[in-house]
C-alpha cells in the first residue's frame, strides 16, 4: 500500500490536493486521516469554470495516525 511504501522511506508529511467542489475524493481523503490544512479560491480553470482547491495533508510516522 501507498502508505506503507511512504513510512518505509521515512516520508513525513503525505500532502493530496482536491478539487472543492469534489466531495467524493474529500470524503475518501478524510476517511484515510487527511485533514484539510488549505482552501484555496478560483486558483484553478477546467471546463470554462473557475475552481476551488483544497490541501489536505495526513503526517505519516506519527503517533497521532494510525493508518
Not at 12 to 35: E, K, T
Request: proline letters at 1%; aromatic letters at 14%; zero cysteines.
Amino acid at each position: 500500500m501507498l502508505f506503507d511504501r511512504a513510512r518505509g522511506v521515512t516520508l513525513r508529511p503525505m500532502i493530496a490536493g482536491v478539487s472543492a467542489d469534489n466531495q467524493i475524493s474529500i470524503n475518501l481523503h478524510q476517511a484515510f486521516g487527511f485533514a484539510e490544512v488549505a482552501h484555496f479560491k478560483e486558483v484553478g480553470y477546467k471546463f470554462g469554470r473557475w475552481l476551488d482547491l483544497k490541501f489536505f495533508e495526513l503526517l505519516l510516522n506519527s503517533t497521532k495516525n494510525t493508518i
